[in-house]
Nanobody, 121 residues
Framework: QVQLVESGGGLVQPGGSLTLDCAAS????????MGWYRQAPGAQRELVAD???????NYADSVKGRFTISRDNAKKTVYLQMNNLKPEDTAVYYC???????????????WGQGTQVTVSS
């Protein structure tokens, strides 16, 4: 019923930039919070940034000032602009969306398939 399709990952040198995007599709009535998580090898999945339906943003301390999360409600898409990337940013990045299916009332949580970001010289 719902698909989250991510794109934009890849290999980048330290100090470089990448933009991730995640588009939601399906029988969607309303999208609430949208966010990005990441998981490095051997580590737990952690929140990178999220954005409410009203545009309020929240960032992990490790990415503040370097990453920017935004959303386009008409396109049902969330973006993550990543600047000044560091090797420690290397991880699989996952899109996460809270939404209400068309005709339903309760919000449900969905995950994207993940996209690899590798920061290395």
């Amino acid at each position: 019923q719902v698909q989250l399709v991510e794109s934009g990952g890849g290999l980048v040198q330290p100090g470089g930039s990448l933009t991730l995007d995640c588009a939601a599709s399906g029988t969607i009535g309303r999208i609430d919070a949208m966010g990005w998580y990441r998981q490095a090898p051997g580590a737990q999945r952690e929140l990178v940034a999220d954005i409410s339906s009203g545009g309020i943003t929240n960032y992990a301390d490790s990415v503040k000032g370097r990453f920017t999360i935004s959303r386009d409600n008409a396109k049902k898409t969330v973006y993550l602009q990543m600047n000044n990337l560091k090797p420690e940013d290397t991880a699989v990045y996952y899109c996460n969306v809270n939404l209400v299916l068309l005709g339903r009332v309760l919000s449900r949580n969905y995950w994207g398939q993940g996209t690899q970001v590798t920061v290395s010289s």
